[in-house]
């Protein structure tokens, strides 16, 4: 061979390895724009994730806060309610007593009305 045609060889090998580096570079280069895209994308979903997770926990404290609320108001209207029927009870049994020392006969006690 001789020092031309071994040029002329070289120079080739060398426009075949360039164009064979340019496709390996673009192929790595598009494969690697692809992974960013995918992981921006997992990214972004979680990160959406993550923020409804969020609101909902909120949610669900507002819903316990309020739900504490109105147990602590329904507990109390049943406490007063309680006291209430109490002193109505204690009542009655002093009428009850008045009436039959006058000697007043009593009504029957109203049937499914506990003493």
Sequence with gaps: MT????????????????????IVGHVVSDRKSKRDVKVAEVVAETSAQDK???QLQEELSRYRDDNDRRIGRLEDAV??????????????????DHTAAHGIPLPPWPEGLPR
Excluded: H, K
């Excluded at 002329?8 to 340019?22: L, N, P």
């Excluded at 406490?79 to 009850?96: H, K, M, W």
């Design 79 to 96: 406490d007063e309610l309680t006291s209430e029927n109490r002193s109505y009870r204690a009542f009655i049994g002093v009428q009850r």
């Design 3 to 22: 020092p031309t045609e071994l040029q002329a060889f070289v120079t080739w090998v060398a426009a075949i390895c360039t164009a064979v580096g340019g």
């Design 52 to 54: 409804l997770i969020d």
